[in-house]
């Protein structure tokens, strides 16, 4: 027990103390910390008469939702991204130490329960969780012997399968191991740039299998971040059964009170002016912008209890062991350490639920002149660090698009999505960090109708505006004829055949924003230093940009063939410059990967993010669109960041970006020259017969 209390202590050690200096801003920012005593709302329930009592305190000095949207928004400086801001103002926020304000026996008191909480409570958890997890691995430890056994499978990377069981029991252990390394070993699914591949392809399926809470621990979590309401004057629906149930919360479906809930995009409503409100109406006839109906149903995200103590105590002991790892010889390239800190970073992210609501914030602004795509509407006044109370977002996974068809939506559906991410990667810099097709919903609409108000012009007839609170839901209606030909692939095309001839158009809903990639200055100069290199076919000032700026330059095997094996990836994709359309992003990046793991290149973690997006996201448009064109998809996008930026380029001298859109316009004149000449051959029209 000595044992297990000495390795508690020196896990607590291994703690990172992270700056706290988002806090200092509260000063600056007065109104978005709130002491919970009174409430700037009233509700008034017609049976109950339920109103806040002044005398309750349900939290002291808590950073509000207000105050992370505040921070998502606000400019970023160096190498701080919004994240990072954020993240800072929520652990100091519940770091544990003693308030200047308090005084007294009241001081004394919180300074004890502080002491036995630090360096008893703590100690003896994390020395307990050690044991449990040690009776889980070291079962897994012994077995390693086994990947040297067995046939190669051609099919699986020609792994042995010896060495695919090993994979299989990996994953059985670190579901048995609780939430933290489940959330790790879908985190290592996604570093094809430090474990094999099949490896990856194996953690990809890597589930949850936790218990879900108990409804009345439900319950009183909400209660509280309603400031007290009762729980029944808060829902008029609440379907007690979970939508889904993760590794660190659970969902849940509800309708709130028509004096709750929100009657549409009313954080992204302006004034528009008249040329706003025509060039919106043209946006109408181009692209068929959706007619949005408020709904009062809403998507409730709970964490499980004690859930962040848990993770806490998790990270203290993948700390200690990356650290004994990366005394091993030849084993520091990997630098785990520093990777049990980044992955630490992303879990504490996804442990307060106000960050996530200020993702979707920040995504619907910058989203709110785009068509189609769009997320959820963040309720942010019930939001705290349990809660996350949301838009329900009608529709129906991408997953059932990908395995029934997407019919006549196809090419539309992966469109609209490649469009999506190009404008998040190219012109936002704010990435969905977690699109797999569970997170990607399809919904249909009907476009909306042209309408200029006759006061602004009035030689035009007066046509009178629909109220959006009687407006029917063609939305539930159009997923309620597709649902039953679920797993049906005849009668869903022919469902989907139906609705296209009646009018509707699809819409991808983005959930579950508690990940985003947002490369800071560092990486956002690296990136376009390396965007400047293979724009300019140069692949070999690539590899050597690869390896000078990556965490470990020493570390680096083979410096010069990585140089030369990145030329001669970029020459081949030179040489197919007019047929880019046939090149698969996703096996070039495929292979920059294979090439970074075998020479121990090891790039930063938000870098890797943003180029295993792309690998997904091309995975899935072309599993729609076999057809799909990466580089065509981003052309308009190009057009749109040249003309934004074109002063400011030309001024640096970096005509990297220039060179790309102009290559892409005059592919797109040759391909459409070539395709024209093909149809006037066919129809013999060059030299018609007379």
């Known amino acids: 027990m000595r044992a297990v209390l000495l390795l508690g202590r020196i896990c607590l050690r291994q703690s990172p103390h992270r700056l706290r200096h988002s806090l200092l801003r509260q000063q600056q920012h007065q109104p978005l910390f709130r002491s919970i005593t009174t409430t700037t709302r009233q509700w008034h329930s017609s049976s109950h008469g339920w109103r806040p009592k002044a005398g309750i305190v349900l939290l002291s000095a808590a950073l509000s939702p207000a105050a992370f949207v505040q921070l998502s928004e606000d400019d970023t400086n160096g190498d701080e991204t919004h994240e990072d801001r954020m993240l800072s103002a929520s652990r100091a926020e519940i770091a544990k130490e003693l308030p200047d304000d ?45 990947i040297w056994f067995g046939s190669r499978n051609p099919k699986r990377d020609n792994e042995r399968t010896g060495t695919l069981w090993w994979y299989d029991f990996l994953v059985s252990s670190m579901e048995r191991a609780g939430p933290a390394f489940i959330k790790l070993g ?175 914030s920040l995504f619907r602004k910058y989203f709110k002149d785009r068509t189609t795509a769009w997320f959820p509407y963040p309720y942010t006044e019930y939001t705290t660090r349990q809660v996350l109370v949301e838009e329900f977002a009608q529709g129906i996974p991408l997953a059932a698009f990908l395995e029934d068809g997407g019919g006549v939506f196809q090419q539309e559906i992966a469109d609209e999505g490649l469009d999506a991410f190009l404008h998040m990667l190219l012109l936002d810099n704010f990435v969905h960090a977690d699109l797999h097709p569970g997170n990607i919903m399809v919904r249909f609409y009907k476009p909306t109708r042209i309408q200029i108000p006759s006061s602004r012009i009035p030689f035009l007839k007066h046509s009178k505006e629909e109220n959006p609170d009687t407006s029917l839901d063609v939305t ?47 990486n956002r100069r690296n990136f376009l230093d390396l965007f400047r290199a293979v724009a300019e076919f140069d692949g070999y000032k690539a590899g050597h940009l690869m390896v000078e700026r990556c965490r470990s330059p020493e570390a680096v095997i083979d410096k010069e063939v990585f140089a030369l094996k990145m030329q001669h990836l970029v020459l081949s994709v030179k040489s197919r410059t007019f047929a880019l359309g046939n090149i698969k992003i996703g096996d070039i990046l495929h292979d920059v990967l294979s090439m970074v793991r075998q020479h121990h290149v090891r790039m930063e973690g938000d870098f890797v993010n943003v180029v295993i997006s792309i690998l997904l996201l091309e995975g899935i448009g072309r599993s729609l669109d076999p057809d799909l064109d990466l580089f065509k998809s981003a052309l308009p996008i190009l057009r749109q960041l040249g003309t934004q930026n074109r002063g400011s380029l030309l001024r640096s001298g970096d005509l990297s970006m220039l060179k790309v859109w102009v290559g892409l316009e005059a592919r797109k004149l040759f391909q459409a020259s070539v395709e024209d000449m093909e149809r006037l051959i066919e129809a013999d029209q060059l030299s018609p017969n007379v």
């Open 186 to 360: 879908q985190w290592a699914a996604s570093r094809s740039d430090i474990f094999p591949t099949e490896m990856c392809a194996v953690m990809s399926e890597l589930h949850s299998n936790a218990p879900a809470h108990s409804l009345a621990s439900t319950k009183r979590t909400i209660v509280r971040a309603f400031n007290g309401r009762p729980f029944n004057d808060i829902f008029d629906e609440f379907d007690e059964k979970p939508l889904g149930v993760g590794a660190i919360a659970q969902v849940y479906k509800a309708k709130l009170k028509p004096d709750l809930a929100v009657p549409g995009d009313v954080d992204v409503e302006d004034k528009r002016t008249l040329a706003q409100n025509v060039r919106k109406k043209v946006d109408v006839l181009v692209k068929s912008t959706p007619q949005r109906v408020p709904s009062s149903y809403v998507a409730i995200k709970v964490l499980h209890p004690k859930v962040e103590r848990m993770v806490r105590r998790d990270l203290r002991i993948m700390g200690f062991f990356a650290a004994v790892i990366n005394a091993i010889p030849t084993m520091e390239w990997l630098d785990f350490p520093r990777e049990v800190v980044q992955f630490g970073e992303m879990m504490r992210l996804q442990l307060d639920l106000r960050i996530e609501s200020a993702n979707l």
């Open 102 to 146: 308090i005084h007294g026996l009241k001081r004394f008191r919180r300074g004890v329960y502080l002491f036995v909480d630090n360096y008893i409570v703590e100690p003896i958890a994390t020395g307990l969780r050690f044991l449990h997890l040690v009776i889980i691995f070291v079962p897994l430890i012994f077995t390693v012997p086994a």
């Open 476 to 522: 539930e209606e159009a997923l309620s004829r597709l649902r039953p030909h679920r797993h049906k692939p005849a009668e869903w095309a022919q469902a989907l055949d139906q609705i296209d001839k009646e009018g509707y158009r699809p819409q991808l809903i983005f959930i579950d924003t508690g990940l985003v990639t947002e490369l800071n200055a560092t």
